[in-house]
């Protein structure tokens, strides 16, 4: 039932809309102003009357809402919600992109956050700088990374819809544009050789290294995908290897964590060439000295790349070695996640079709794949295109034939 009070000319009509998420009553009030200075009492009373029903069923419909900030309900409901329902990684991700989405439109309320806040801060996302000072995309934010600015707003908004805080959720009319992203680094397939060469210089010291990054090229796993490994995952009579796990770091856990792949997806089998098994025998046997020779300090794992104890090995620890290595060598340096890049070129370059290429990578889906190699998909079919015409060359005579 609506409370109607009487400020001097106007009228205060309030409704209680139930409690916010701390457990307080909300109260949302309108004030109303008779249009006409003639209306009689009888006339202003029956107005009124119909105004404040009217805003009730507004309140009562969820179209009037808590007067809460967008931050203060965001904290609530990575609470309520992140905290329980989603994985670690990603709240920690969230929580990444919270002084940027808190500095634009913490400070607005629920009800007042429209589709042009958040294309305004969308927008102004294209042209600001990574935090973490990386020189990946020149610098600027990816049109993935924007997508998922957005998508951490929407879900806050749709959690609102659902508890009934606001009516509708604003993202839905937002849009992204699209970003300019360079070509991705990796290397050639001259440069793969070289590296290969190089890597048969390294001293056994170095071996399980030499090893991770043959990996990495021959199976294009992800970073966590191949420090997740364990020797059980490979079955040394068919060659095959299998992604059960993935190893993640997360300061809030206390450092290296395990958990399922990133996708159902990612859980997958590939066959390895025998060279590389032959690698790993060695790698093995060499893990099993190291064993035999610190004896009870040893830790077993079964991780295949550990630390001199056993233990696993720092996700860092690939990342440093190769930097120290390509600048031992002059080889040129790439990003632990360029020899993935590297994995799915000479896929595609090999004319294997896109379906094959996302099982092999551990894409959702087909269309993930198409985006992120689109252009190295157009330069195998253009190469395609050029080696029919080569094969079969169209010859035409410039003078018709006459009898």
Known sequence: MANIQKRGNSYRIKVSCGYDTHGKQVIQSMTWKPPDENMTERQIEKELQRQAVLFEEECLKGNVVAAIKFEDFARQWFKEYAEISLKQRTVE?????????????????????????????????????????????????????????????????????????????????????????????????????????LFSLEPEENYKYVCFYTLAIYTGFRLGELMGLEWKDINFETNVIT????????????????????????????KIPQAVIDMLVKWRSLQDIQHKKIGSQWIETDRIFTKWNGLTLDRSAPGYFFK??????????????????????????????????????????????LQIYAHTFQSAQAAAMEAVAEALPLTCSDKAKTS
């Open 93 to 197: 991700g969230y929580h990444q992109m919270e002084k940027r989405i808190y500095k634009a439109i913490g400070h607005i309320r629920m009800d007042k956050l429209t589709a042009r806040h958040i294309q305004k801060f969308i927008l102004s996302l294209c042209n600001a700088e990574r935090e973490d000072g990386r020189d990946r995309n020149g610098g600027k934010l990816s049109t993935k990374t924007i997508k998922l600015y957005k998508s951490m707003i929407s879900t806050i908004c749709e959690y609102g819809v659902k508890m009934q805080m606001i009516s509708t959720n604003p993202c839905k009319n937002v849009t992204i544009p699209k970003v300019i992203t360079p070509e991705k680094e990796y290397y050639s397939i001259e440069e793969a050789q070289q590296l290969f060469d």
């Open 243 to 270: 992604v059960n796990r993935t190893c993640l770091y997360s300061k809030a856990k206390g450092g290296l964590y395990t958990e399922t792949p990133k996708t159902a997806q990612s859980l997958r089998s590939l």
């Open 324 to 369: 120290q290595f390509c600048n031992r060598t002059g080889m040129r340096y790439v990003s632990n996640h360029s020899f993935r890049h590297l994995n799915a070129s000479l896929l595609i370059n090999s004319g294997i079709d896109v379906k094959t290429v996302q099982s092999c990578l551990g894409h959702s889906t087909a269309t993930t794949t």
